[in-house]
């Protein structure tokens, strides 16, 4: 499988810090800086620094810029904004990626 002809689209399960998702990412395709797949008038990978599944940007970013802690950019770090803010980087992220199927398997 060729991940550069692949599409890939985001849809959120379950979390365990605050709830940064109802910022509509659910079913948002992958956005990077030479992929402009996000609903907002300018490029969110390239405003935010990172690739993520933004809308028309974020409330989370896991793949921004790391600024070691607090900084003053905004929304630009490794956030989520209900948990830190825009204006801090998170020291430690995990995301786990599964098949639907593991899903199904799950909710049956």
């Known amino acids: 499988m060729s991940l550069l002809s692949s599409v ?3 849809k959120y399960f379950s979390f365990l810090s605050g709830d940064s998702i109802n910022y509509k990412h659910d079913n948002q395709k ?20 990172g690739g993520w599944w933004y809308n ?10 790391y600024h070691g802690g607090p900084h003053e ?3 630009d770090g490794v956030n989520w904004k209900s948990f830190r ?3 801090e980087s998170l020291d430690t992220t995990e995301m786990k990626i599964r098949p639907k199927s593991i899903r199904k398997k799950i909710n049956s």
Do not use: Q
Not at 32 to 45: E, G, L, M, P
Not at 56 to 65: E, K, M, P, T
């Open 8 to 10: 890939f689209f985001h």
């Open 30 to 49: 992958f956005s990077t800086k030479d992929r402009d797949n996000d609903r907002h008038k300018n490029s969110c990978a390239n405003v935010y620094k």
């Open 56 to 65: 028309a940007c974020h409330d989370s970013n896991l793949n921004g810029v």
């Open 73 to 75: 950019s905004l929304a």
């Open 85 to 87: 803010g825009h204006k």
